[in-house]
């Protein structure tokens, strides 16, 4: 099942132009994350924010967290044609268990028209 | 450090074949995912090891689905025999145990069931 749900959707923007992504969930978390997949290829890690911290950077990436309304958002900043691509948020939650589980969105695809 | 090997890249068969996919995990790591990623969707875990033994395969189709990680290092998947359906990536990760770690990916399996 899924975790996360991410709008939009699709995206498509001029380069240069700043991206925003949201992702929703439904269960407490141990922190969230969020991945890049290129057309064919694997997913890269962008950034990890805990569950305690409100906002996070990293270089054009900044990535916030309200878990009061069980949400996050990533932001691109000055896109470029290269960040075309999926983006993802994954949740990281404890289990019954007490093992961790990831568990992915949906994912909003980017176009950053050059 | 050395990522997260995958064989083979690309796989083609035909539906009721059988067919294994291999995972090679970043040295050290001890939880490995398999995720199954249908076109067009986020990551669905099949099935995650923690060292050696199996701590979540809810959503694996056992029926038809089999995974195994010896001496808790390297992972095989194996689907027999195979439906139209189980088209798609797949794709193994690895990371740390405890909270806060990100998981890698390997650049994954990608199967077409004809």
């Known amino acids: 099942s899924q975790q996360g749900e991410e709008d939009p959707q699709a995206l498509s923007i001029q380069e240069g132009e700043n991206a925003t992504m949201n992702c929703s969930y439904k269960?407490?978390?141990?922190?969230l994350q969020w991945y890049r997949q290129n057309s064919g290829r694997g997913l890269v890690h962008l950034i990890l924010?805990?569950?305690?911290?409100r906002e996070k950077h990293s270089g054009r990436l900044r990535v916030t967290l309200d878990t009061s309304k069980k949400s996050s958002s990533l932001l691109i900043t000055a896109s470029r044609a290269a960040d075309t691509a999926s983006y993802f948020c994954?949740?990281?939650?404890?289990?019954?268990?007490?093992?961790?589980?990831?568990?992915f969105g949906t994912g909003t695809k980017l176009q950053v028209i050059p | 450090e050395a990522g997260v090997a995958q064989s083979p890249r690309y796989k083609i068969i035909e539906k009721r074949q059988s067919v294994a996919f291999w995972c090679n995990p970043i040295?050290?790591?001890?939880?490995l995912y398999w995720y199954q990623q249908i076109l067009g969707q986020g990551p669905k875990l099949l099935i995650q090891?923690?060292?050696?033994?199996?701590?979540?395969d809810s959503q694996l189709p056992k029926d038809r689905f089999s995974a195994e990680r010896l001496k808790g290092v390297d992972s095989t998947l194996k689907i027999q025999p195979a439906k139209l359906e189980d088209s798609a990536v797949y794709l193994c990760a690895s990371s740390s145990i405890g909270q806060g770690h990100e998981a890698f990916f390997g650049q994954g399996t990608r199967l077409t069931v004809v």
């Open positions: 040295s050290g790591h001890a939880t």
């Open positions: 090891f923690q060292n050696n033994g199996v701590v979540d």
């Open positions: 924010i805990r569950s305690n911290e």
């Open positions: 994954a949740t990281d939650a404890s289990t019954a268990g007490g093992y961790q589980k990831v568990t």
């Open positions: 269960t407490s978390i141990n922190n």
